[in-house]
């Protein structure tokens, strides 16, 4: 059995590589069964992860006992969920001509709420924790830091400012302010640059592991 | 009608929401407990126990954690200490005691964390001698993690808020007034007409993918929004849009706000809701879908708009091997520069949430990008102003610089 599924994965694989030369019946089949397949696999893992391990349990909590299996307590049923459930199943008004416009509100619960929750987030991770990491000596006499390390400080508080004034969208970028801003996006395309190399080599290793599975595991050449 | 029904459904929901908290009404907080010396269990008399056990809430969390602080063994306080090492035990409820943490010798306080709330905790804090002998402290008082609903810690932050939203109050307000607010010109959404007219003028459809996160990412959100305008444009060129989606949420957003910007373009005939599709919540099986879509229908626009993993790069390849114009966004920045490689515009981070502002030039939206730059020239100034003070600090030991960084470090803090 394990033979059959590890041919069926290498057909599957060799369906998709095969995107490569051009769209085929091969690659048609291999998308349709992935696509399928994964649909499927998500409902159910939605549905026993969301629906039953979520709400249901939490709603309708297990009595708690102990290692050899005698009642300890009650569970605590946390009726909160209801509110979210209703709301799920606001959102099926859709599908009934004349109301479906109650499916807009758990849209703009979930809207709103995410905006609220992240604002402060980003708030305190995109602007404090970058100020506060920022605001570091540059060179003194007391500092003791070597000429790599004063550098590196220059670097980062430069490039940091000169990258916040390239995403001020109120000033147009002329004059001694265009000019750091050029600067800015000069420092931004030379970290995506670095960034570029290191992902590149982190998708090589997806691909080893496919080659790895392809000629070890199917073909067995490679022991 | 419909305000009746509007109205009712928002007072259910208050109500049971107000309702469920009444009923889950937290036990009263303990009161700290303590541990008597005199008391200490002991096995195999080696060393002093701690005294003075401490246990109390951790103010202004969720109710997961608590606070312990004792007073060393006064064999740990001797130049020669005995002791090798402090052992925290918990009970949780009536359980059996676990340890939870070691300790060097010399510590006098740790934080529980990650505990429920729900729950009761007692502690003992034991001294272990070299020769691993424990001398247990007694047994705390249950005590029970509290949740607090503001956190006082984050005071600066939230006047830190307060001042950028009240930045954006008053632009909003001002472009509401007739003020013209200025917004610089960003290269890729200057594309997007021209983008949309080419499908146009090819016959081609517009390919438009959000991302593959839910309706709780900003970028999606970001990416939504753009797509309000997007589609309001394609719906008067009468050109055709495609958009599969890997979230059902994002597809009903994204029906939404397309049925919306083809009624106010006053197409709303023209519209379906086969213009949004669901493939799959799984990752490379949305992207293979994606790029059938591409190869087959052969899209003379495409949009990637929001929040992108390692499917970023083959999305804007396959896109660029079928010649289309590509207009790409996204605030992650792994993936920024497999846009910039591949496609022909991309939004850069903020730009992205700059760009629905952008192409509406509605007051609202205007005036929260006006208020973010309020937010981005404080952040400027607090740097140059942090970085001389602690640099003048550092070199000269000057008093004031170093109070200057010290005040800013303090509201800065994100603890």
């Not at chain 1, 916040?164 to 302010?177: C, D, P, Q, T």
Request: net charge negative; glycine share 8%; charged share 15%.
């Amino acid at each position: 059995m394990e033979h059959v599924a590890v041919w069926i994965a290498a057909f599957l694989t060799l369906g998709i590589i095969s995107f490569l030369y051009k769209d085929n019946p091969w690659y048609k089949l291999s998308e349709a069964i992935f696509v399928g397949i994964s649909a499927g696999y998500w409902f159910v893992v939605l549905f026993w992860d969301n629906i039953y391990g979520k709400f249901w349990v939490g709603v309708f909590p297990p009595d708690v006992v102990d290692e050899a299996g005698n009642f300890v307590s009650h569970g605590v049923p946390d009726y909160a969920l209801i509110v979210g459930a209703v709301l799920g199943v606001l959102m099926l008004a859709r599908l009934l001509p004349g109301v479906g416009w109650i499916s807009r509100w758990p849209l703009a619960f979930i809207v709103g709420c995410t905006s609220g929750l992240y604002l402060m987030n980003y708030f305190s991770s995109n602007i404090m924790r970058q100020v506060q990491g920022t605001i570091i000596p540059l060179f003194g006499i007391g500092y003791g830091a070597s000429v790599y390390e004063i550098i590196g400080n220059i670097v980062i508080v430069g490039g940091t400012f000169a990258g916040l004034v390239y995403f001020f969208f109120s000033k147009e970028h002329r004059g001694a302010f265009g000019a750091t801003a050029k600067v800015g996006i000069w420092v931004i395309m030379i970290t995506f640059g670095a960034s570029f190399g290191y992902t590149v080599m982190s998708r090589m290793s997806l691909l080893i592991g496919r080659i790895d599975f392809l000629f070890g595991d199917w073909l067995g050449l490679i022991k | 009608m419909r305000l009746l029904i509007h109205t009712t459904l928002f007072l259910s929901v208050f109500i049971f929401i107000g309702s469920s908290r009444i009923f889950s009404v937290e036990p009263s907080p303990q009161v700290q407990a303590d541990t008597l010396v005199n008391t200490a269990d002991t096995v195999g008399v080696s060393v002093a126990p701690v005294t003075s056990l401490l246990v109390d809430d951790y103010k202004y969390d969720n109710g997961e954690q608590l606070n312990l602080s004792w007073v060393p063994s006064i064999d740990d306080q001797l130049i020669d200490g005995k002791v090798s090492v402090y052992r925290v035990y918990r009970i949780t409820n009536d359980s059996t005691r676990e340890l939870i943490a070691e300790l060097p010798p010399g510590s006098n306080s740790f934080t529980d964390k990650n505990l429920n709330r729900h729950d009761t905790y007692r502690y003992i804090v034991a001294a272990v001698s070299a020769s691993d002998d424990e001398v247990l402290s007694t047994t705390t008082e249950p005590v029970q993690p509290q949740r607090e609903w503001i956190n006082f810690r984050r005071g600066y932050l939230f006047l830190l808020a307060l001042i950028i939203g009240g930045a954006v109050i008053y632009y909003i307000q001002s472009a509401r007034r007739g003020k013209k607010l200025f917004v610089r010109k960003i290269a890729g959404l200057e594309a997007v007409d021209e983008a949309i007219g080419r499908a146009t003028e090819m016959g081609r459809p517009i390919l438009y993918i959000p991302g593959i996160l839910d309706m709780d990412d900003v970028q999606t959100l970001a990416a939504i929004t753009i797509l309000g305008r997007v589609a309001h444009q394609i719906a008067d060129y009468d050109t055709k849009i495609r958009m599969p989606v890997s979230r059902s949420l994002v597809m009903t957003a994204a029906r939404e706000t397309i049925k919306t910007a083809y009624q106010t373009a006053g197409r709303p005939d023209q519209y379906s809701d086969d213009m949004v599709s669901y493939v799959t919540d799984e990752q490379f099986g949305y992207v293979a879908a994606v790029d059938g879509i591409m190869v087959r229908e052969k899209p003379a626009t495409v949009f990637l708009l929001g929040a992108f993993f390692a499917e970023s790069l083959i999305l804007a390849e396959t896109g660029n091997s079928i010649g289309a114009i590509q207009i790409a966004g996204t605030a992650r920045p792994a993936q920024l520069p497999f846009f910039i490689a591949a496609c022909d515009f991309t939004l850069i981070g903020e730009e992205l949430f700059a760009a629905s502002a952008y192409l509406s030039g509605e007051p609202k939206a205007l005036g929260s990008l006006k208020g973010q730059d309020v937010g981005k020239a404080i952040a400027m100034i607090v740097i140059l102003v942090g970085v001389i003070a602690v640099t003048i600090g550092n070199a000269w030991d000057v008093k004031f610089m170093n109070d200057v960084k010290d005040m800013l470090t303090t509201i800065f803090s994100t603890q």
